[in-house]
């Protein structure tokens, strides 16, 4: 029995690393008693996969991971079972039972393999924040945003704009506020990480050396043409 879980990374642990997080979520399932099932062979291991990994130093409430269970369980249940076993901040929000395939008879895909996109908070810290505000509304205006994405097989210069799906901002007291809809996921992706460090670079005033603070508040897919949360999609 497959099911999606929804759950939050606190602010409290957004530094820990992605293995760690997946060490602690393997312990409170084991805490929580649920059947999970396990891998066959030698080195057998949970039928476990989260979608998406974080960054170290970005926490989130709208984590995915995928689970299979050997029985049905009701969904309220799992989400008491895991709450009651984990620590203060990982908390579980929601599950939702995945069928064995569509009505059509196709399978249902994993979560990592449908993700279009996720809705980040971005807080950038600025001495005058007037001034940065004026100058990332002028910013907007420019038809592309090129910058260099560093990654395994080197560097090479990327459009952020064109990553970007919806974008709004404003101010909040030394702080620009940023919610952008973002490129994520195996086909596309935009870091958070690259876009603040993109408006950082673009914009005046920013306050120096301070930590810019990211939230992933929900991944989407598309549907019927349309974004929905991931929640949404296996409803």
């Given at each position: 029995m497959r099911y999606v879980i929804r759950f939050a990374k606190e602010k409290d642990i957004k530094f820990i690393s992605h293995l760690d997080l997946m060490r602690t979520i393997h312990r409170v399932?084991?805490?929580?008693?649920?059947?999970?099932?396990?891998?066959?062979?030698?080195?057998?291991?949970?039928?476990?996969?989260?979608?998406?990994?974080?960054?170290?130093?970005?926490?989130?409430?709208?984590?995915?991971?995928?689970?299979?269970?050997?029985?049905?369980?009701?969904?309220?249940?799992?989400?008491?079972?895991?709450?009651?076993?984990?620590?203060?901040?990982?908390?579980?929000?929601?599950?939702?039972?995945?069928?064995?395939?569509?009505?059509?008879?196709?399978?249902?895909?994993?979560?990592?393999?449908?993700?279009?996109?996720?809705?980040?908070?971005?807080?950038?810290?600025?001495?005058?924040?007037?001034?940065?505000?004026?100058?990332?509304?002028?910013l907007l205006k420019k038809e592309q945003w090129i910058t260099i994405k560093k990654g395994k097989k080197g560097e090479k210069e990327i459009d952020v704009k064109r990553l970007i799906k919806e974008f709004k901002f404003d101010i909040e007291g030394d702080s620009i506020v940023i919610e952008a809809l973002i490129a994520c996921g195996s086909r596309e992706n935009l870091s958070p990480e690259l876009l603040s460090s993109y408006i950082k670079a673009n914009t005046d005033a920013v306050k120096e050396n301070s930590f810019v603070e990211v939230e992933r508040q929900e991944m989407y897919t598309i549907k019927e043409g349309k974004y929905v949360s991931i929640a949404s999609y296996f409803k």
């Open positions: 399932i084991r805490r929580a008693g649920l059947p999970v099932e396990y891998s066959k062979g030698f080195n057998p291991h949970m039928n476990l996969s989260i979608a998406q990994p974080l960054s170290v130093g970005v926490y989130s409430k709208g984590e995915y991971m995928d689970i299979v269970l050997t029985e049905e369980v009701a969904e309220e249940l799992i989400i008491n079972k895991l709450n009651d076993s984990a620590p203060p901040a990982i908390k579980f929000l929601q599950a939702v039972r995945v069928p064995d395939a569509f009505p059509d008879g196709k399978k249902i895909p994993q979560v990592a393999s449908i993700i279009e996109a996720a809705l980040y908070t971005i807080k950038i810290k600025y001495d005058d924040v007037e001034r940065g505000y004026k100058d990332l509304k002028n």
